[in-house]
């Protein structure tokens, strides 16, 4: 069993940044692929990035690309996702996500999930 918390979301203008935690407990993240996961109002969940156990690869939904970046300490058993260059359209409820697969090229979410921390990107 994996507890998942995140912390760092707010209220952030257009061009700014903000880095989400996920702090787990129980397991080690070093033992899962983690990622995150993120939700629209109106929308349905969608994937955002993942970073795996194999080399510790990181991958990225297109429209995140070169401004998102995720990352894992495993001695403080945490995730994190650095998020630049901030958006309106990348408002949303972001939730961390523990021992997602791949499959086909696809991520999909695993069966360990945070409660979710909100980022609202506005001027």
């Known amino acids: 069993q994996v507890q998942l918390v995140e912390s760092g979301g707010g209220l952030v203008q257009p061009g700014g940044s903000l880095r989400l935690s996920c702090a787990a407990s129980?397991?080690?993240?070093?033992?899962?692929?983690m990622g995150w996961f993120r939700q629209a109002p109106g929308k349905e969940r969608e994937f955002v990035a993942a970073?795996?156990?194999?080399?510790?690869?990181?991958y990225y939904e297109d429209s995140v690309k070169g401004r998102f970046t995720v990352s894992r300490d495993n001695r403080k058993n945490t995730v994190y996702l650095q998020m630049n260059s901030l958006k309106p359209e990348d408002t949303a409820v972001y939730y961390c996500?523990?021992?997602?697969?791949?499959?086909?090229?696809?991520?999909?979410?695993?069966?360990?999930w945070g409660q979710g921390t909100q980022v609202t990107v506005s001027s």
């Open positions: 996500n523990g021992d997602l697969s791949n499959r086909f090229g696809s991520w999909y979410p695993g069966e360990y």
């Open positions: 129980g397991r080690t993240v070093s033992s899962y692929n």
């Open positions: 970073i795996s156990t194999i080399r510790w690869s990181t």
